[in-house]
């Protein structure tokens, strides 16, 4: 061993230096061995070194402040113990998501539903949600105490010379982290959503360890005819503009644009605290130029989108050792509280009609299939459901029941037009990006800016939203009201809070800026509450343990489907394929009553 770490601190430059120097004068020797019994100079050594990471054993410490290190070397009886105490014990945590996923690659059973864990890593994040505190134990107890107790730097206590002692030291940080934050967020009224988030890192524990299928070979052939279209792109670009120029410069791209073929500068906003740049190459400048019926705009965008399959089907593939991806469910690096992933991030992946085909390499296990189930236009749901303006209620409503385009709808009902009237897709996506614009909370001039046009006329698209759903201004102007008076956004289904410090700064960026994220917060944190209480749901469901009256604890078979990744507003199970009429009836019921709407 070079070095250790837990899942409570991250090893500092130092010790990453130091386990680095250790494996190699530790390769060196090996090499040196070899080379005296095969005479090669101790290639082969060297060639065959396999240098991890991996988990050596788990931490316990009781109330009474007994301590004990139960090594994975001793197999059952450690499994034993854990499992034991899982099932028994209300436990303290740091990061429980690292924790529960350890204990799943140490063949632990792990049942979501019941385990019992309070994570500190998730109530630093609930009390202050605009960081991630993912650096360590320190930075919840920064949190917890408002300052540094100063035991992480102690000289005699260093993890290279004990370890033990510095994880025992962790331990009761954790432990004492734990008893503070339970004190804090019961003063701050937010204890279900504590209870809800510290099950949520449990299962996405679960989550993590069970991974998606991925298929190498899949990937290999579609990042060489990724490779064949970029080639194919440079050609078309080329007939085009007539020479060869680097369509991953910005500048160059820049300059065919706004001087080879004189195309027309974007619109500049003028309005204070709005950023202008008339030689941009934005995804959106391009897309409205190539609308317009300019070639090489479009041969851009081309070129970016086939660039990023290529460079993710590289990067998954490096992820895939063992045929699935097992990502990174990232539970507290969004202040809203919307999931996220990374090594991966799988949310980039989320189906070809969107442009990325990434998804075709994943591949459920022999005799299964994947079951997709998303969520339709739920941001918007929420908007309406916190708002409560009827109409648009009741055209959301009208959509599920007899089908039809929301986004056209609500096109015609800010024209004045029959909800049914056509429109075409240009005008469509007007309305749509004007909808989600207000559900993010971004004011006109971010949608001029967005949608690379005139203030003006994004204020047209304001306005008639507005004049068609006039609940939502009101809504909007309520909460912003309600934020400059509390110094923070209150999420309604959930509790949770957020700080917005700047809702009053008399800087006009800033405090524009914390407006939006005052709406923001409440529509997506809502959506994200929803996804959360529907993945625990479905965890009762599969499990013994009880999470909504209306779910049977038990009452489907986990061993014959998984739930193997959460992607934006969507879940995606792995399930036996006679099995999929079964589950698909039971997740309908997690996800449409996850929350009343």
């Known amino acids: ?81 854990i499992e034991h105490l899982i099932r028994t014990s209300m436990m303290c945590a740091y990061h429980a998501q690292r924790v529960i996923h350890a204990m799943c690659d140490a063949s632990i059973v792990v049942d979501a539903s019941t385990v019992r864990m309070m994570d500190c890593r998730v109530d630093a994040w609930l009390i202050a949600p605009d960081v991630a505190h993912d650096g360590g134990i320190d930075d919840v107890v920064r949190v917890m ?91 078309r670009a080329r007939a085009a503009i007539g020479m060869d120029i680097n369509l991953s410069s910005a500048r160059q791209v820049g300059d065919v644009l706004y001087d080879t073929l004189k195309l027309p500068l974007p619109s500049a906003t ?48 490096r992820f895939a050792n063992d045929g699935r991806i097992r990502t990174e469910w990232n539970n507290t690096k969004t202040a809203t509280g919307r999931l996220s992933s990374s090594n991966p991030n799988i949310q980039q992946v989320s189906n070809a009609s969107k442009g990325v085909k990434l998804r075709e390499a994943f591949v459920p296990r022999t005799g299964r299939v994947f079951l997709a189930a998303d969520y339709s236009q739920i941001e918007l749901r929420c908007l309406a459901h916190v708002c409560g303006d009827a109409r648009l209620i009741s055209l959301l409503n009208r959509a599920s029941d007899c089908g039809g385009d929301v986004f056209v709808a609500i096109w015609n009902a800010g024209k004045g037009y029959p909800l049914d009237a056509p429109c075409d897709k240009h005008t469509r996506d007007l309305a749509k990006r004007t909808a989600y614009a207000i559900v993010y909370g971004q004011h006109v001039n971010g949608l001029a800016e967005k949608l690379n046009i005139p203030r003006e006329q994004a204020n047209e698209y304001f306005v008639a939203f507005h004049q068609a759903f006039p609940a939502v201004k009101q809504w909007i102007n309520a909460t912003v009201r309600r934020a400059e008076q509390q110094g923070a956004v ?32 409440v529509i997506q944190g809502t959506a994200a509450d929803m996804m959360k209480c529907c993945m625990l749901r479905w965890a009762s469901a599969i499990g013994a343990g009880a999470f909504s009256s209306d779910i049977e604890p038990g009452s489907i078979d ?3 489907v998984q739930l193997v990744a959460q992607i934006h507003d969507e879940l995606l199970f792995e399930v036996d394929e006679d099995y999929v009429d079964v589950v698909a009836a039971a ?8 929350m009343t709407l």
């Open 1 to 81: 061993w070079f070095g250790f770490a837990s899942n409570m601190r991250v090893a500092d430059a130092d010790e990453r230096k130091l386990a680095t120097s250790s494996a190699k004068t530790f390769a060196k020797s090996i090499s040196a061995d070899d080379a005296k019994d095969t005479n090669d100079g101790g290639d082969s050594a060297l060639a065959s070194l396999d240098v991890r990471t991996e988990c050596v054993g788990f931490g316990v410490m009781f109330a009474d402040d007994a301590c004990f290190f139960l090594q994975i070397v001793n197999g059952p009886a450690t499994r034993t113990c």
């Open 145 to 235: 105490s408002n300052q540094d107790d100063g035991n992480a730097g102690d000289a005699d206590e260093s993890w290279s010379a004990n370890a033990l002692a510095c994880f025992r030291r962790d331990l009761t940080r954790t432990r004492e982290a734990c008893v503070q934050g339970t004190a804090r967020l019961e003063r701050a009224g937010v204890t279900v959503a504590r209870s809800v988030e510290s099950r949520v890192a449990v299962a996405l524990g679960t989550l993590q360890f069970v991974g998606v299928g991925f298929d190498r070979p899949t990937a290999t052939r579609m990042r060489a005819d990724a490779s064949e279209r970029l080639d194919a792109l440079k050609q």
């Open 270 to 317: 003028a309005s204070k605290g709005v950023k202008t740049n008339h030689r941009t190459t934005k995804d959106d400048v391009l897309a409205s130029l190539a609308e317009k019926g300019h070639e090489f705009p479009k041969i851009v965008l081309e070129h970016r989108s086939t660039l990023k399959e290529r460079a993710m089907c590289d990067g998954y593939a």
């Open 490 to 521: 209150v999420l309604p289904m959930s509790g949770r809070h957020r700080a917005l410090p700047n809702i009053n700064s008399p800087q006009f960026g800033e405090r524009a800026e914390a407006q939006r994220q005052a709406v923001n917060s």
């Open 558 to 560: 986990g061993s014959r």
């Open 587 to 594: 997740v309908r019921a997690c996800m449409e009553r996850a």
